[in-house]
Structures are given as structure tokens and as C-alpha cells.
């Protein structure tokens, strides 16, 4: 069973643009959601996280929307460039579990010149 | 400064075999993560060890078993190898045992024949 479910599975945008990418989940007791970015042949690196109690978190280019009630969360990438282009994963971890991340399956994203 | 290390990058077994995979955590990091990563899919939770204790384990079968040393490398060794277990196994170091950033390495790339 997915725990974190992220659309969409690839995502293709003209430079400039904004580049939308969702997530949800089923179990409340998530209290950390960060976004990875992974490029080929590399490990995947943290962009940015929020724990529930916030509803926004920008840095940078990059924001995560948080929306608890309806329990998803979707990371914004205002005025993408192509060196964005990359596979974005969303996660989810419960405090007291440790390192114990539930991982969405991924969006390709290609930002075209 | 060195980032997370892991050996080897690449490498080709045969059903039943044993594998050994090797991890260095960034230094000052006492907590090392083992993930699974098949291709098109995001990161699923292998083990945890911080201070060298067992912190916390995925779904994953007895055939999968793992260490940390005292100076905090670990080890994932992966028994009677089967064609599903082909996949990039990630280790991620972090400061403390709490779901803190992870600091992904490459990986290794695991291919079973």
C-alpha cells in the first residue's frame, strides 16, 4: 500500500514557468514532509521540508503548499529553469520514527528552454 | 568536505549469491538509513542504525541484514539473492536518530542475474 501517493508522474514546462507537483497521504500521524530532488546517478537531496503546523514554507524558488484538512501537500517551483530538470520525490515520516521516510514514486520533471 | 561514501557504485551477482554493501556516514554523523531504490519507483525504508543499535527496520525479508561500526560505517548484506532484489541501494547519514535532513550518497547499483 502507498502510503504517499504524488502526482503527476512526469511534467513538462516552458522556462519561466511554474512547475506544480502534488501529494497525499492517508496516515495523520505524518509530522514531517520533505521534498527530494534526484538526478541521474545521484542520491536524492533534500530541497525543502514542512512539519503540519504551517500551512506554507518558501525558500527561494521553491514552496511547499500544506493543506492538513485535506491531507496533501504540493511543492511550487516558480520561474523553473532547465537545470531543474530532475525527479522530485515527496515523502513522509512520523517523529518517532526516526529515519523511516514513505517516499511518493517520483515526477519527472523537464523544463524546456 | 566528504559526503556520504558508498562502495562499490556499480555490481552484477547471480541468484543466490551474497552481497555486501558498504556505507560512510558524513563525518559527525552517527545515524546511517539503508534504502531500496527500483528503477521508476521512490526509496523504500530498509533499516536504521543509530550508535550502532538497530533503530528501525522496513518490511523487507530476513534475507536482508545490516551493521554499524564504531566509527559509524555500515554495512547492508543482502543474502540468496533473487532477481527483485536488482535495484540502487542508498544510504543516507543524518546528525542525530530523529527525522532529521538526510545526506543521500550515489548509491550502489545493484543488478542480480
Known amino acids: 500500500q502507498q502510503q504517499v501517493k504524488q502526482s503527476p508522474q512526469s511534467l513538462i514546462v516552458q522556462k519561466g514557468g511554474i512547475s506544480i507537483i502534488n501529494c497525499a497521504y492517508e496516515?495523520?500521524?505524518?509530522?514531517?514532509f520533505p521534498w527530494y530532488q534526484q538526478f541521474p546517478g545521484k542520491g536524492p537531496a533534500l530541497l525543502i521540508a514542512?512539519?503540519?503546523?504551517?500551512s506554507e514554507k518558501k525558500e527561494g524558488r521553491f514552496t511547499i503548499s500544506f493543506n492538513k484538512s485535506a491531507k496533501q501537500f504540493s511543492l511550487h517551483i516558480m520561474d523553473s529553469q532547465p537545470g531543474d530538470s530532475a525527479t522530485y520525490f515527496c515523502a513522509a515520516s512520523m517523529l518517532d520514527t526516526g529515519n523511516q521516510f514513505y517516499f511518493g514514486t517520483g515526477t519527472s520533471l523537464t523544463v524546456i528552454p | 568536505d566528504a559526503g556520504v561514501t558508498q562502495s562499490p557504485t556499480h555490481l552484477i551477482k547471480t541468484r543466490g549469491q551474497h552481497v555486501t554493501l558498504r556505507c560512510s556516514p558524513i563525518s559527525g554523523h552517527k545515524s546511517v538509513s539503508w534504502y531500496q531504490q527500483v528503477l521508476g519507483q521512490g526509496p523504500q525504508f530498509i533499516f536504521q542504525?543509530?550508535?550502532?543499535?538497530?533503530?528501525g527496520r522496513g518490511n523487507f525479508p530476513d534475507r536482508f541484514s545490516a551493521r554499524q561500526f564504531p566509527n559509524y560505517s555500515s554495512e547492508l548484506n543482502v543474502n540468496a539473492l533473487l532477481l527483485g532484489d536488482s535495484a540502487l541501494y542508498l544510504c543516507?547519514?543524518?546528525?542525530?536518530?530523529?527525522?532529521?535532513?538526510?545526506?543521500f550518497g550515489s548509491g550502489t547499483q545493484l543488478s542480480v542475474l
Open positions: 542504525y543509530y550508535e550502532k543499535e538497530e533503530r
Open positions: 514542512i512539519r503540519p503546523d504551517v
Open positions: 543516507a547519514s543524518s546528525l542525530q536518530g530523529g527525522p532529521k535532513k538526510l545526506f
Open positions: 496516515n495523520t500521524a505524518f509530522d514531517y
